[in-house]
């Protein structure tokens, strides 16, 4: 978001904010009027100006004339719960302001976007064993899908979700991710972290720098459709030191199934026909505190079920998130051809190409 070119002087003519609004690129035609200080003071539409036109208000009147001062902003440290709500009441442009008032940024939450104070790590370093001979020349983050490596699927939804401190964790064929991750995607300069020895699905969590923010760990080649915004407010409602994203697991038994008596007797007390049992599979997305990653012991090889584990023995919160909508872990020849038909499908939806 061009900050410049979204703001305006309350002193300036109605006639320059109409040229301004006509001058932007699309999409919000929204300015923010602010006083000599720079400190907020409204927000400018063609339909505000419209309106004091009609009021009698001709062009050469300043913009304080026309601006909505009732205009909704937040703090530097913006509440996602807050910007979701703003966006559910069709708001498109947010202003941030510092303590005293003056606008510092932008934020632009017209498509789902928002911001989240989190940092992420995505595990890279597996061998892909079952897509080869794909990846044998190739790690699999890095297999296109629809022309857009899988990674980069996961690093443009956290990036839109205001996500700007990722780390890929990598082994196999490291040096083509090292390569790949030299330009930023999506916005983000990406950080890539190598195991020296393999450490697990969540073992290279330990070699991340302290920091007091939460740290979302997914695997690199999903392709999923989660709202990490609903998981992180979940996660932060909750008050969960780890939450876990999973998804409905049906098992259906196409026999009848006999249930005995628990006594050591033969006694039958009952039997169901094909009865079908519902779980919740591990989505291989979580979130985690400092505090459950300060159970990592460096250099050693941990899953992250082993790591969650650790964080109930001791009396941490763990909680899950259903994930809703697409959850495809592409791991397999058939995963990644309905991956592929699913992107193919959602592009001519858009009527667009993932590359552009």
Known sequence: MNLISHLIS????LLEGLARLNALPGGAMTLFATDTDGRLCGSLTDGDIR????????????????????????????????????????????????SEGRVSDIIDISAGRTRLPLRALLMAGGKGERLRPATLTTPKPLLKIEGKAIIDYNIEALAACGVDDITVSTRYLAEQLDNHFAEPVAGVNVHTIRED??????????MLPASELHTLVMNSDLLTTASF???????????????VAVIP???????????????GSDRVTGIEEKPSYSYYANAGIYIMSPAVLALLRPGERTDATDLLERAI???MKV?????????????????????????????????GDSRN
């Not at 697991?249 to 628990?262: E, F, N, R």
């Open 229 to 243: 915004e609903e998981m992180y407010l979940r996660h932060r409602d909750s008050g969960a030191e780890a939450t």
């Open 51 to 98: 309106r004091a036109l009609l009021d009698g208000a001709d062009t050469a009147a300043p913009v304080s004339r026309a601006m909505n001062r009732r205009c909704r902003s937040v703090s530097g440290t913006a509440d996602p719960a807050v910007l979701r709500s703003y966006r559910e009441a069709g708001i498109s442009l947010v202003p941030v302001v510092d």
């Open 249 to 263: 697991y049906q098992v259906s038994v196409p026999y009848a199934i006999l249930t005995i008596d628990g006594d």
């Open 197 to 206: 020895i393999p450490l697990g699905t969540i073992g290279a969590a330990s």
């Open 313 to 315: 023995a001791s009396g």
């Open 10 to 13: 309350s002193g300036s003519s």
């Open 319 to 351: 909680t899950y998130y259903t994930v809703k909508g697409t959850w495809i872990d592409v791991g397999s020849p058939v995963d990644f051809r309905q991956a592929s038909e699913l992107m193919r499908h959602i592009n001519a939806m858009r009527g």
